[in-house]
């Protein structure tokens, strides 16, 4: 029964490339989040998406960051030209699909990413 | 709302008492409250949630109470162990269901005292 998968766990790239993170949600879930956390923080919304759709976008940067979640395949969040500023902690979430409201998203352990 | 800080508060407790943290939050529409609890290196894992339209819920070892009144959430643990020190976020789900996106609190450290 595996949870939310994310990877890879940890990314290094120099600035001005181009960061992809994965996120393979839970079996059977097809709700996918993704936040991104500062070191001593909370977890701030990014972007909730479902298969083939974006539903909530208003956490996202408006330029170089994008997400999808195709039909088939993990959900991507892709950072574009990166900088030092977009180093984080990237944490994906699933939750069942339907409009259930008896179950609470559940995390994967993240993608480091470090810009040098 | 959203709240962001630079450091965590943090709530040491002798090994074997009680802790309870607490937590404030802003938006009176806001219908359920989740507690996570995150380690070093890992994501959030899931405490114990409640709804509006309760004031108490318990879980194992666990226990959340809603002040919808005074808009206050706090998390009791009971007979705290080393496995406990962790940092606690408070969330709160402004849509009907889970589907919707989740505020986090800026969090509580809990470190434990043998």
């Known amino acids: 029964n595996a949870g939310v998968m994310q990877n890879p766990r940890h990314l290094v790239r120099r600035r001005g490339q181009e960061a992809r993170l994965r996120c393979s949600p839970m079996?059977?879930?097809?709700?996918v989040y993704w936040y991104r956390q500062l070191p001593e923080e909370g977890l701030k919304f990014m972007v909730y998406l479902q298969k083939e759709n974006i539903i909530d976008e208003s956490g996202m940067p408006k330029e170089r960051f994008s997400a999808e979640f195709p039909k088939e395949g993990p959900s991507i969040l892709r950072i574009q030209q990166v900088v030092r500023g977009d180093s984080a902690a990237y944490f994906c979430a699933s939750s069942p699909s339907g409009t259930s409201n008896n179950q609470p998203q559940h995390f994967g352990d993240g993608t480091r990413l470090s810009i040098l | 709302g959203e709240s962001v800080g630079l450091h965590l508060p943090t709530l040491s407790v002798q090994e074997g008492d009680n802790s309870i943290i607490n937590c404030a939050y802003s938006?009176?529409?806001?219908?359920?409250f989740i507690w996570y609890k995150q380690e070093s290196g890992k994501g959030p894992q899931f405490i114990i949630d409640?709804?509006?339209?309760?004031d108490k819920r318990q879980g194992q070892r666990v226990t959340v109470l809603l002040n919808k009144t005074v808009k206050h959430l706090s998390l009791q643990i009971a007979a705290t162990q080393p496995g406990d020190s962790a940092v606690y976020f408070c969330a709160e789900n402004p849509g009907y269901s889970s589907a919707s996106k989740i505020i986090f609190g800026s969090g509580t450290r809990l470190s434990i005292r043998p």
């Open positions: 079996k059977g879930h097809s709700h």
């Open positions: 938006n009176s529409a806001s219908d359920y």
């Open positions: 409640i709804r509006s339209n309760m």
